[in-house]
C-alpha cells in the first residue's frame, strides 16, 4: 500500500507541469465561453424591437392641460334712482302759400278799410291773393277737410282743420268736388280753383279770400305764411 503511494505521488511530481498547464486550459476555455454567451446576449437584447410606451388617450399631459377662463360677469347699468324723463322731440310745422305766383296780395287788416263792392268801410280778417280765374289753390298743411259749402254771397269756401286748434279758409273758390268733408289733405294738395264767386268783393277782380282761425278766432295768416308779394 505504501509503495502504491510513492508511486502516485512520483506521478504527480512527474506530471505536475502538465496538470497546471490543462487547468489554465480549461481556465481559459470557459473565459472564452462566458464571454461568447455574454455578447450573444447582448446582442439579442440590442437586435430586440423597443418598447414605446405612450401615455393614456383620455390622460393629458400635464402640461398640455387647457386652461378654461370663467366667463366674464356682466352687470347691468345701474338705474338712477331719479331717471330724468326724456323731452318729447318737437317737430315744427311748416306751411305754403295757397296760391302760387300771385299777382297781388292785400293785407289782414283788424282796422276798417274801404269794400270797393259794398261802398263801405269794414275790417278785413283775411288776406286776399289774386290771379286770374282757373288758378290752382292748395292746401298750405296737413289737414282734415271740415266742411264744403257753397252759398250765393261767399261762392265755395274750404275749411281744412289742421289740429290744435288750428283752421285754414279758403273763400271764393268756383264750383267743384276737389274735395270732400272728412278727407284726409296732405300739404300741397289741389282743393279748388279761384273764381269770382264772392259777391262781396267781386269788383276787386278773381282771387282766393284766405282766413285763419285759431280756437275759434281769427288771426293774421302773416303769423305762418310768408309773402312774396304784397
Known amino acids: 500500500m505504501k509503495n502504491s503511494n510513492n508511486a502516485f505521488l512520483r506521478f504527480l511530481r512527474k506530471n505536475a507541469a502538465y496538470f497546471v498547464l490543462g487547468l489554465c486550459i480549461l481556465a481559459i476555455g470557459l473565459s472564452v465561453t462566458l464571454v461568447l454567451v455574454n455578447r450573444n446576449k447582448s446582442n439579442e437584447l440590442s437586435n430586440a424591437d ?3 410606451v405612450t401615455p393614456a388617450d383620455d390622460v393629458p399631459a400635464a402640461d398640455d392641460e387647457p386652461i378654461i377662463q370663467p366667463d366674464p360677469v356682466i352687470k347691468p347699468d345701474p338705474v338712477p334712482e331719479n331717471p330724468v324723463p326724456t323731452e318729447p322731440v318737437i317737430v315744427e310745422k311748416t306751411y305754403i302759400l295757397p296760391v302760387k305766383n300771385a299777382t297781388g ?3 289782414y287788416s283788424e ?3 274801404f269794400n270797393s263792392t259794398l261802398k263801405r268801410y269794414s275790417a278785413h280778417l283775411a288776406v286776399d291773393f289774386f290771379a286770374p280765374e282757373g288758378t290752382s289753390v292748395f292746401a298750405i298743411a296737413d289737414g282734415t277737410v271740415e266742411s264744403v259749402e257753397t252759398t250765393l254771397i261767399y261762392g265755395t269756401t274750404v275749411v281744412i282743420d289742421h289740429g290744435d286748434g288750428l283752421k285754414s279758409v279758403y273763400n271764393s ?7 270732400t268733408v272728412g278727407q284726409k289733405i296732405a300739404q300741397g294738395a289741389k282743393i279748388g280753383e ?4 264772392n259777391r262781396q268783393e267781386y269788383k276787386e ?3 282766393l279770400h284766405f282766413e285763419m282761425t285759431e280756437n ?6 302773416a303769423k305762418y305764411l310768408t309773402f312774396a308779394v304784397k
Open 50 to 52: 423597443p418598447v414605446i
Open 105 to 107: 296780395i292785400t293785407e
Open 205 to 207: 277782380g278773381a282771387h
Open 216 to 221: 275759434g278766432n281769427s288771426v293774421d295768416p
Open 111 to 113: 282796422a276798417l278799410v
Open 173 to 179: 273758390l268756383a264750383d267743384g268736388d276737389c274735395v
Open 194 to 197: 279761384i273764381s269770382l264767386s
